[in-house]
């Protein structure tokens, strides 16, 4: 089950005000309608810029039965290792984007994550915060 409004320890949820904060940044600067990596490059830039650990691309191999399996799973960003972003330029989000996010979380043993669509005129409608 998910609930979005769980609360965490005072760091985690310190680092999640400032990826929604430099959401907003980015948002602000670039507007919508860009490619998706662009959005990832300077997240990426912002967060770094307010001293957090950012580590873009993480390669995310599944665990099955004692096997390592590369499945090209590619995490967009991990902050401080502890938060997951995955940044979308779409015109809707769909289920498979959460659905991505949600198996992120479970196999990187995480619990919270952001689903970002920068392809929003009011980037508000386009942050979703999920919680495993």
Not at 33 to 58: D, H, N, P, W
Request: hydrophobic share 45%.
């Amino acid at each position: 089950m998910l609930n979005t409004h769980t609360q965490f320890d005072a760091e985690t949820e310190r680092i999640a005000t400032q990826i929604v904060d430099s959401i907003f940044s980015v948002h602000v600067e670039l507007g919508a309608g860009l490619l998706e990596s662009i959005y990832e490059k300077c997240l990426a830039f912002e967060l770094t810029s307010r001293g957090l650990q950012v580590r873009r691309q993480v390669v995310l191999p599944v665990q099955y039965k004692g096997h390592i399996l590369d499945d090209g799973l590619r995490i967009d960003l991990m902050v401080e290792d502890k938060i997951i972003v995955e940044v979308k330029s779409v015109k809707e989000l769909e289920p498979i984007h959460r659905a991505q996010l949600i198996t992120y979380l479970k196999l990187s043993k995480l619990r919270l994550g952001f689903l970002v669509n920068f392809n929003k005129m009011l980037i508000k409608d386009g942050i979703k915060r999920v919680v495993v």
